[in-house]
């Protein structure tokens, strides 16, 4: 390793629309991210699939071209909009290197593959808190990524708020 080449570090947070996924940046940011290592922040947003039935089995709805081109323009809007909340929870850290990426897919996937693409150091990430009924039928995109990911994954869990708290 060049001089200096360990302390530079790879952090990869992934956000999406919820507070914990911001929780866990700003968690992050206090508690992980230091201006003496060097460190590149990646925020990644995995944009998921669009569930469209085609209408092929005879159920369903075949949407037009002009209903899905703005479906995509929404998916996209609130992507901008989650990197945008992010990247300003990150505005006082003018040492760090901030980078931002909107890929699309499965979260579950998307950020197990980015992961190992970006070599980060570590992935921080959010919980949700799901119980065990809503996470067998949802999947746990923390867990899956705690199983496969190759580098450390940190998971922050959002601690409860007393009633009227944010």
């Avoid at 060097?38 to 005879?58: E, F, H, Q, S």
């Amino acid at each position: 390793m060049a001089d200096g080449a360990e302390n530079e570090r790879r952090i990869l947070v992934a956000v999406d629309e919820g507070e914990e996924s911001m929780y866990a940046l700003s968690w992050c940011l206090k508690n992980l991210v230091s201006q003496n290592h060097k460190d590149t922040l990646i925020l990644l947003y995995a944009k998921p699939a669009r569930a469209v039935n085609t209408g092929l089995d005879g159920t369903g709805y075949l949407f037009s071209s002009d209903v899905t081109a703005t479906m995509e323009r929404y998916s996209q809007e609130v992507a901008d909009c989650v990197v945008e909340k992010a990247k300003k929870l990150c505005k006082n850290l003018p040492e760090v290197k901030v980078e931002t990426r909107v890929e699309n897919g499965d979260p579950r996937d998307v950020i197990s593959e980015m992961a190992e693409k970006l070599a980060a150091d570590v992935l921080v990430m959010g919980s949700h808190g799901y119980g065990l009924i809503k996470r067998a039928f949802l999947g746990s995109v923390s867990n899956h990524c705690a199983q496969n990911v190759k580098c450390p994954v940190l998971i922050v869990k959002k601690p409860k708020a007393p009633s009227g708290d944010k």
